[in-house]
């Protein structure tokens, strides 16, 4: 079989893009991937098997609005020829459309009228993760338009993943029957993210990290709150914050004037297995999502990667992450309050044994969701779609 994923991403950094094209490749299918490209990347590159083809350079500095949609729409453009090429000299069974944006399902037209199948995996509900980016209200006319792209774009496709139950449950009452549709969560995939000896950090400092994407719905801020509250309370608490994204130059100011640069340090992109290398040298994993946005219902893709490599996660109490895990799993904080992050994250320093206590209960989730078990799921979708009658797909209920 031959596979395509196309993707408004960094691939070396998008693990749920990987972890769909690695298992293919694994299988002996042929996949490439249309991405993102950053400065100093090469434009072709083969990664676990997987050929992967950079198609537009992207820098995370998006002001507003139309900035954003632009660079989309060249995206659109550059990856619709660039598929259309490829699949002239070598067609594709399947193309694997990577959203946001929801539009960019409609790069495939040209393989899709010959034949191939197009599933749409929505990462991110576009018009709520717009609105919550550059703070519109659901009866605005963006927010409206944004709806009406999502349904032609789940109704153009053949399949539609998700990316949680609770966005399968918004999509399915406004846009795409349920037949046709489910939810993979972000489980970790254990070629990258398992569970190793702990590395040893410098002597008498606790360490915490946040790899991922810089958004204001990230909180970030809040817990750089909470670390200023703790540089009397806790003067060996140390943060990672890993990643990019629009709220990086603010981040990096506040840092500057709270005088933390000593306590929490902010490094770029790195690759998954960086990331992991990371991971294994941590104390705690944080994850300050706000609830009031959009973060309420996006999952995050680190919470179970912490799990599967024995770090114990500190989140803030969002309705996804109480819809997936229970105090005995993660340990939860009131969403956007610095003051009981910090009196958390000094509850977890002084106790090891309920930090070994939510290790070894998240070991047990893990071992019954991990990708190695639930991959299933995908690759049944994908050969049910290129069966010889191209059956339908039945849904997870």
């Known amino acids: 079989m031959k596979v395509c994923m196309v993707a408004y991403t960094f691939y070396e950094t ?138 032609l774009s789940t109704r153009y496709s053949h399949f539609v993943i998700i990316s949680n139950d609770l966005w399968r449950e918004k999509i399915i009452r406004r846009s795409v029957s349920g037949d046709k549709c489910t939810a993979i969560t972000n489980y970790p995939d254990f070629s990258i993210f398992w569970r190793r000896p702990r590395l040893t950090t410098q002597r008498g400092e606790f360490v915490m990290c946040y790899p991922g994407t810089l958004n204001w719905h990230q909180g970030l801020d809040v817990a750089i709150g909470a670390m200023a509250l703790l540089r009397d309370r806790a003067p060996n608490v140390r943060l990672l914050i890993i990643g990019d994204g629009p709220d990086r130059k603010t981040l990096a100011r ?98 090891p044994l309920h930090r070994a206590s939510l290790c070894q209960k998240s070991t047990e989730f893990i071992a019954k969701n991990n990708w190695d078990i639930k991959k299933h799921e995908y690759l049944s979708i994908v050969d049910q779609l290129t069966g010889p009658l191209s059956r339908a797909v039945p849904s997870k209920n």
């Open 14 to 151: 998008d693990n749920r893009v990987r972890r769909y094209a690695e298992a293919l490749v694994k299988r002996g299918d042929q996949v490439d991937a249309i991405t993102l490209a950053r400065d100093g990347q090469p434009r072709f590159e083969t990664i676990e098997g997987v050929r992967v083809f950079r198609v537009q350079k992207r820098v995370l500095d998006e002001k507003g609005p139309l900035s954003y949609l632009v660079k989309l729409l060249l995206f659109w453009v550059r990856s619709a020829a660039w598929l259309t090429a490829k699949h002239l000299q070598s067609p594709y069974d399947v193309v694997h459309v990577h959203s946001v944006p929801d539009f960019e399902v409609f790069a495939t037209l040209i393989p899709r009228l010959m034949g191939a199948r197009v599933i749409l995996d929505i990462h991110d509900i576009v018009p709520e993760f717009y609105a919550s980016k550059f703070n519109v209200t659901e009866r605005s006319v963006v927010f409206k338009i944004l709806v009406l792209v999502e349904r």
């Open 254 to 351: 506040m840092i500057s004037d709270l005088c933390l640069a000593d306590r929490v340090s902010l490094r770029g992109l790195v690759s998954l297995e960086e990331i992991a290398k990371i991971m294994a040298s941590i104390d705690l994993g944080v994850v300050p999502k706000r609830k009031d946005s959009f973060g309420n219902e996006a999952f995050s893709t680190k919470i179970m990667e912490f799990m599967a490599m024995n770090v114990p996660v500190l989140a803030s109490r969002t309705r996804i992450d109480e819809y997936y895990f229970t105090e005995e799993l993660i340990r939860f904080f009131e969403s956007g309050n610095p003051e009981d992050l910090a009196d958390k994250i000094l509850e977890l320093m002084q106790d």
